[in-house]
């Protein structure tokens, strides 16, 4: 028998407010020693919920009102407490969702993993230490003999995902499952968790199962796929079978959601409205209100299981012969509309220009707190960005893009460089001088919920800047209106122009989905009538579905308004849809340098080949391989001598390792710093 956890009818409640929330509604599923089953959808479908019942870590308000969870035929919902613990960390192990919040702070990392040994296989002293040293080395963390007796605090984000994963695989689990284990990470750090795991399923034939809203992973990771939806699955295939031809209409529009660069300058398909409460009583279908081809039925009766082909099942009226006749709506067929032509930029100066710019952190050490260093965060970067246009600036976390986007509104200052905006040099401009500027220049930051006071309506967090500023109307508003707007109108046209309800001003941030206060964010910016955006990171942790609202919005707004973007990501599918250029950046500098389409297609630079190639394909005949990464980002306090990026570069020369490379002009628009290529000297807007 090669059945390891069979889910059947699984049904889990959280008792929470006067309606209970049916977060599970007869979940059913089955997964084979080995194997890795992909749990997909938005957030809000009950994918983590799933996980926590299986675990029986359910909050205090949670209740598993029926079913039965079998693991190697026993059910584990019917054992004690006292043999439920036995199972954890040894039979099934589970990598959560934040490390941060998971990991005790308090611990060194040593101590926790020795928790699982001395518990599951009775390890002490030297043999739990050699233990210990051994899962971490496994997980890829340098130096483990040292960094074992360290605090959680001390390890960067990617580090803490693998001694999450070492922490859970020290009871050589028969099944791991994985909660978004590589949301917001890095595509490099990404990468090097997915080869983990997989190399490590292999060596213990350990079954995983993989709770995501990427495809990308999935593609890459999964030999089946559960397409989750409102408390129930509604779709189950074979990874093939799936992205050959997926067969609900939720399914399919996930795919149309997804940002590529052969969709820019089109609207991406967008999934309307929300994933419905789950405190109330279902009719129909639950995506019928969502759905593009719902008819009368969807609303007032339940679908059931269709077979497609093979194990390739759907739970879709359309798939009823004796209803409807069989709609197979292939990828290609879902309608997208063209959007309109970008701006042209005008043939002058560009609006901004950034020259040179450094941000030097001292650090400070003894009683007197002498400089005894600095930290070089951003270490000489130079960028051009045109009016209407968007630049993208990607890289690794911890490369400075963030610094660089703080300096360039002087909300940190530059410890030398320029920063020269429509005519106006930003660096060393006094506080007054810069007051009238700031309506111009705003920043999207990328988390809304810490940017958005928890204690304003969200009326006054849009009326704030208007108000500081003395700005009456949005420029958006008075474009349609003779007369100005008074303020509230002036926050309604702002909702309405995001996609909000004119009603959601009376609520607080605690109140919307991270999309919802993503867009309040966006609204609160363009409110005083910015002509530059910089976001940073804006749809990081969102779902394909809410992504694809962000990024239609802000191609919207550009085309409207003709505004202008420096878009902070580390995510390339989302750069391809959106930029124009391309800039990125590696330990304090710009490494590579051109318009979208020269550095995507024909990247120069070693990193950004590296960067590349550890994107998750959803098109796995691509024959891409990946180019692995020695070691993690070098520490910007002592950056390395000659080109920072050679300890880790496949093709160093000892020449790397001597002085860093002058620009190497690969084309009149596109450069990188490398002695692979003829160096040449350049203007100044390129030199670093």
Sequence with gaps: MNTLLEIENLKTVLHTGSNPVCAVDGLSLTINKGETFALLGESGCGKSMTALSIMRLLPDTGEIQAGAVRLNGNDVLQLPEASMRRIRGKLISMIFQEPMLSLNPVMTIADQIDEVLKQHLKLKNDAAEHRIMELLEQVGIPD?????HEYSFQFSGGMKQRVMIAMALAGQPELLIADEPTTALDVTIQSQVLDLLRQVQQQNHMAILLITHDLGVVSEMAQMVAVMYAGEIIEQAPRENFFAQPAHPYSQQLFASLPAKQKRHQALAVISGT???????????????????????CHDTEPQWHAIAGNHKVRCHLYDSAVAPVQDKPIADI?????????????????????????????RKGLFKRVVGQVKAVDGVSLNIYAGKTLALVGESG???????????????????????NGHELVGMRREQLRPLRAQLQFVFQDPYSSLNPRMRIIDILQEGMNALDIDAPAMNTQTSQTPLSREKAVDALLDCVGLPVEAKWRYPHEFSGGQRQRIAIARALAVNPRLLICDEPTSALDVSVQAQILNLLNTLQDDFGLTFLFITHNISVVEYLADEIAVMYLGRIVEYGRIDEVIENPRHPYTQALLSAVPMIDQSVNASMIKLKGDLPSPASPPVGCHFHPRCPRAMPVCSQSYPAASIISPTHYTHCYLYSQEHTTDQHEH
């Design 144 to 148: 483990a003999r040292r960094r074992m």
């Design 275 to 297: 994933v419905p409460s789950l405190s109330q009583q279902f009719k129909g279908c639950r995506f019928a209100d969502r759905c593009t081809h719902a008819f009368a039925r």
């Design 335 to 363: 309608a997208l509309k063209t959007g309109a032509a970008l701006p042209q930029p005008p043939a002058n100066e560009p609006l901004l220009q950034v020259n040179g710019l450094k941000v030097h952190f001292p650090i």
């Design 399 to 421: 490369c400075g893009k963030t610094t660089v986007g703080k300096s360039i509104l002087q909300l940190i200052e530059p410890t030398a460089g320029n920063v020269r905006y």
